[in-house]
């Protein structure tokens, strides 16, 4: 287990910058427990200027330098389309 954390420590930054999408701010945060413990490129947070909740992803996928953000909202409903069913039976 211990060894799997280191790994996974040099792997990810420690932190990542981003920039709000809501109001431009350019601030960093730490990589979500569900990219460092799951391998899954997706996080959240609020931003500290407007305190807009945003959801975070590494730009260009895990081993990618930035984070890039939307709103919580847009990710949401994107989420819930792609897991649609293709049209209705
Ligand atoms: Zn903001």
Redesign the pocket.
């Known amino acids: 287990m211990e060894t799997k954390q280191k790994l996974q420590r040099e792997y990810f930054k420690e932190k990542y910058n981003f920039i ?1 999408c ?4 350019e601030q960093g945060v730490k990589p979500s427990i569900m990219m460092t413990g799951f391998g899954i490129n997706s996080g959240h947070g609020s ?1 500290l ?2 305190g ?1 909740f945003l959801h975070l992803e590494i730009e260009g996928g895990l081993d990618g330098e930035n984070m890039v953000s939307e709103l919580w909202d847009d990710f949401l409903k994107k989420t819930r389309s792609q897991n649609e069913p293709n049209k209705s039976q």
């Open positions: 709000c809501n109001c431009g701010y931003c200027s407007c807009e």
